[in-house]
């Protein structure tokens, strides 16, 4: 789900209490190893329930807030943030019902700092498509658009924006891989990942057996210079940090592959290697990925019935890791990373709500707020972002998100 939000400049200070007078959070746990199968080692263990509530003024000071609507009747969809501490959003006319059927109208999906706003669309050709996700870095923006309000099946295209030329260049559309046939969203979503040359997404793709369909992870040059590429096959959640990329292998994706667990693997110039792995029990998946040049963290779903997942937090160049125990099954999280922190939150489930944000230097775990069947949060550079409900969140109009930086007296 995703927050439907538009503009007022704000300069409150937000954030979190100084190390002076807030509690260390946590239960630090030294040299056991997650569980039996695991490769890495966890060095700590958190839990939600150790969060401090960030208060203002402290670590974060607010850059400025977007709320619920634009003229002329759009609804804002928050997509990404940049690491300038813009954010990717799409403005989306109210949908509307024909013969039974939902019909939406054409993202406009801009870069939004407050009252500025700078178009990245297109001129508008063929079906409507909407804006599902996005994600940038310091020179392109990327986004995935789909015409479906399928559950279950979607199409795609990638669009990449060149922030300093200002051009936008069409990277990939389904129909050159679908061969006309309707696709199943892949395991794990079609979300994007920009990297230093590359954009990367995941797709399925029609097989000549069983399953019917595969799953890829795709790769093109940011400015399209060059064709799209498959750059894993039976792979999901791709993950870029800086030239190098991370994905997911498990048997929902792998047919064959052990059930019992799941391989987190880097792409390195044409080199595809093994980092970690780790053990999954019945029902578990590994359903988000990020990464940081040294850092990769994920989220392992909650074994049914328990409501708790667990997320991880790796230094790649030691194998040590941080734990942190939800208060969520953990199916459908949204989870971001910035050089110092880690944010995650649970969208639209009916788990825990709140929105959290690891600082991995300090590792003090904090909690930005709470936005029920809202929940998101970003993090990019030196900010993040979050979103809050207004007093009737059905009224998009009501709703908000925060975009906040970090200040120069949290280190």
């Known amino acids: 789900m995703l927050l439907a939000v538009g503009g007022c400049d704000d300069e409150q200070g937000v954030g979190s209490p100084g190390h002076r007078d807030a509690p260390t959070p946590g239960i630090s746990a030294s040299g056991s190893a997650s569980s039996p199968g695991a490769s890495f080692r966890v060095r700590s263990r958190y839990a939600t329930t150790d969060a401090v509530d960030a208060v203002p003024g402290r670590e974060f000071r607010v850059s400025f ?39 939406i109208g054409q993202s406009q999906v801009g870069l939004y700092a407050g009252s500025r706003v700078r178009g990245m669309s297109p001129a508008p050709h063929g079906a409507a498509h909407q804006a599902i996700y996005g994600d940038a870095d310091e020179r392109t923006v990327a986004w995935l658009e789909t015409t479906s309000t399928d559950m279950y099946q979607m199409d795609w295209r990638v669009y990449g924006f060149d922030r300093a030329a200002g051009r936008t260049v069409l990277l990939g559309d389904s129909a050159a891989v ?123 779903s909650a074994p049914a019935p328990e409501p708790n997942a667990s997320l991880f937090v790796l230094d790649t160049a030691t194998g040590d890791a941080t734990e942190v125990t939800l208060g969520d099954d953990g199916t459908s999280m949204t989870l971001s990373s910035s050089p110092r922190y880690v944010c995650w939150s649970n969208g639209s489930g009916g788990g825990d709500a709140g929105q959290y944000a690891l600082d ?52």
């Open 178 to 300: 679908s061969k006309g046939r309707k696709m199943p969203i892949p395991p794990g979503s079609s979300m994007l990942s920009v990297g230093t040359d590359r954009v990367y997404w995941t797709t399925a793709v029609p097989t000549t057996g069983q399953p019917e369909f595969g799953a890829q992870v795709l790769g093109r040059s940011v400015t399209g210079s060059r064709a799209a590429e498959v750059v894993a096959e039976r792979a999901k959640l791709p993950a870029a940090a800086g030239s190098d990329l991370y994905y997911v292998r498990s048997a929902d994706v792998s047919p064959g592959f052990p059930a019992d667990r799941y391989e987190i693997r880097k792409v390195t110039g044409g080199r595809d290697d093994l980092l970690t792995t780790g053990p999954l029990a019945k029902e578990q998946q590994v359903t988000a990925l990020t990464a940081e040049p040294g850092r990769v963290a994920w989220i392992v």
């Open 65 to 103: 807030s977007l709320s619920g609507t634009t003229a002329p009747g759009r609804t804002l969809n928050h997509l990404g943030l940049t690491p300038d501490g813009q954010m990717i959003t799409a403005a989306n006319p109210a949908a509307t019902t024909r013969s039974g059927e939902v019909v």
């Open 360 to 411: 991995v230097r300090t590792q003090r775990l904090w909690r930005l707020g709470e936005a029920p069947g809202l929940s998101l949060v970003f993090a990019a550079g030196n900010y993040v972002a979050w979103s809050k409900l207004g007093a009737e969140p059905q009224k998009p109009d009501q709703n908000s998100l925060t975009v906040a930086r970090l200040a120069a007296t949290g280190g």
